[in-house]
T-cell receptor, first 116, second 115 residues
């Protein structure tokens, strides 16, 4: 049982380049999330999805797009990378979004992205 | 002002010693409060979860407490081990429903356990 898997683990982009981060979960979770983590700041939500075919904006969605074509996959895209998007990106999934213990999010190992 | 503030920002202790990490929050009431452990280069992993009405929750050498009157939570680590070196993140879920997109993350406390 792999849990939540992110690819790639590291990437260096030039300003203006595009890329897609892939998140895959094998726990049959409905909810999936993309966060970014920057030094001295808490995790911030970029986008999330409450089910296949649905997406919603989080706290810091500008410059990112997402897609959830399959329940197990959640893609994060950067159309034109900027140095401000240098960060560590975490994907997470949870069984539900309700007020229960099942709300626990399981996180991937992260993708370290540097934009030069 | 951050709704979830953690202290200290970083902490160094000797192996075998106990320590206590603090989390002050302004979100009240809330659905639940979690403590996550994040090892360097890894994603966060849940340690404990407490609802608004709970006072304490243990997970092995980790014990979380909650004081709703003072809006404080603590994570106490007993008999620390080198493997406890990590960042510890306090996370509060507001009560107004919706998805986990409403979570409020603290900035974390970085703990270093030295031999």
């Amino acid at each position: 049982n792999a849990g939540v898997t992110q690819t790639p683990k590291f990437r260096v982009l030039k300003t203006g380049q595009s890329m897609t981060l892939l998140c895959a979960q094998d726990m049959n979770h409905e909810y999936m999330y993309w966060y970014r983590q920057d030094p001295g700041m808490g995790l911030r939500l970029i986008h999330y999805s409450v089910g296949e075919g649905t997406t919603a904006k989080g706290e810091v969605p500008d410059g990112y797009n997402v897609s959830r074509l399959k329940k197990q996959n959640f893609l994060l895209g950067l159309e034109s990378a900027a140095p401000s998007q240098t960060s560590v990106y975490f994907c997470a999934s949870s069984y539900s979004g309700g007020e229960t213990l099942n709300t626990e999010a399981f996180f991937g190992q992260g993708t370290r992205l540097t934009v030069v | 002002k951050n709704q979830v503030e953690q202290s200290p920002q970083s902490l160094i202790i000797l192996e075998g010693k106990n320590c206590t990490l603090q989390c002050n929050y302004t979100v009240s009431p809330f659905s639940n409060l979690r403590w996550y452990k994040q090892d360097t280069g890894r994603g966060p992993v849940s340690l404990t979860i407490m609802t608004f009405s709970e006072n304490t929750k243990s997970n092995g050498r980790y014990t979380a407490t909650l004081d709703a009157d003072t809006k404080q939570s603590s994570l106490h680590i007993t008999a620390s081990q080198l493997s406890d070196s990590a960042s510890y993140i306090c996370v509060v879920r507001p009560p107004y429903g919706g998805s986990q997109g409403n979570l409020i993350f603290g900035k974390g406390t970085k703990l270093s356990v030295k031999p």
